[in-house]
């Protein structure tokens, strides 16, 4: 079966840094992402990755760097220059669509599978 397993998340000071792995079992998938959710707010998207094509919320460009490791099966998230607004619950999505545009994989509904999550703490 599909799992998705996320790893690296802990506390860090503002200014630090932080690297994200997402570990997929079961099948591969072409488009991956990561989402973040903050205590009382919504989900929100932070990164795509299809092929060499990326894409990120603009609240993390410059920052943060989602990248792929096909021999492990692995999605990461280097994020860096790290903020306390980035405090919150880190998700790794995936997408069975072949052919999902960089506009849809902004969107939760665009994902099949997630993980349980990873907490992300930056303090001040």
């Known amino acids: 079966q599909v799992q998705l397993v996320e790893s690296g998340g802990g506390l860090v000071q503002a200014g630090g840094s932080l690297r994200l792995s997402c570990a997929v079992s079961?099948?591969?998938?072409?488009?991956m992402a990561w989402f973040r959710q903050a205590p009382g707010k919504e989900r929100e998207f932070v990164a795509s990755?299809?092929?060499?094509?990326?894409d990120y919320a603009d609240s993390v460009k410059d920052r943060f760097t989602i990248s792929r490791d096909d021999a492990k099966n692995t999605v990461y998230l280097q994020m860096n220059s790290l903020k306390p607004e980035d405090t919150a619950v880190f998700y790794c999505?995936?997408?069975?669509?072949?052919?999902?545009?960089?506009?849809?994989?902004?969107?939760?509904?665009?994902?099949?599978?997630w993980g349980q999550g990873t907490q992300v703490t930056v303090s001040s």
């Open positions: 999505a995936a997408s069975r669509r072949v052919a999902l545009s960089i506009v849809d994989r902004r969107f939760q509904r665009s994902y099949d599978y």
């Open positions: 079961g099948r591969t998938f072409s488009a």
């Open positions: 990755i299809r092929g060499g094509s990326t």
